[in-house]
């Protein structure tokens, strides 16, 4: 294997709101130099491929498979940087603390991270500035496992999770 290709839990807009994602970089002057089906929002780094052999993704997957976890909204509503952020997010806070309590538990390899709901727009330069933008957001319907080859640009789907609406949801 040449270079890293670190995993990652991410979410990922559909495609409209990455649209819109790519229209708001193109109107607050960001380069466009990253592809916008690479937008997303990182829940969790796991580390480099070689640290999940088989048994580790199979754990990770009944492990994420087992949480509970309803469509949750996100809103990023500011530009931070090169970065859209949103305040709030409850859920999603709520659920990213538990998913990374969970995969501690399990003692599934991750990385140390401090999780601040963001969509980078562009990996470039950092430019300091804080302002407010037109929201964007979407009902986050699945989580992803990623393997990110650098270099390359790409974002390989490994795994999908759907999330799956439990409210009044009986089962009979």
């Not at 580390?47 to 048994?55: E, F």
């Not at 999780?115 to 990996?123: A, E, G, K, Q, T």
Request: aromatic letters at 10%; proline letters at 8%.
């Amino acid at each position: 294997m040449t270079g890293l290709e670190p995993l990652y839990i991410m979410v990922k807009p559909p495609e409209d709101e990455a649209v819109q994602i790519e229209g708001r970089r193109r109107d607050l002057g960001i380069s466009s130099s990253y592809d916008r089906y690479r937008f997303h929002s990182t829940v969790l780094p796991l580390g480099d491929v070689t640290a999940y052999p088989d048994s580790h993704l199979d754990a990770l997957d009944r492990m994420v498979r087992s949480l509970e976890v309803s469509p949750f909204p996100v809103r990023f509503d500011h530009l931070h940087s090169n970065a859209l952020i949103g305040k709030g997010m409850t859920a999603y806070r709520r659920w990213q603390r538990a998913l990374s309590s969970r995969l501690k538990s399990k003692g599934l390899p991750t990385l140390p991270y401090r999780f601040r709901p963001h969509v980078s727009l562009d990996y470039g330069a950092p430019v300091d500035r804080t302002i407010p933008i037109d929201p964007v957001g979407w009902l986050v319907e699945e989580l992803l496992l990623i393997r990110s080859i650098h270099g390359k640009g790409q974002h390989v789907v490994m795994t999908r999770w759907p999330l799956v609406s439990r409210q009044f949801s009986f089962g009979f």
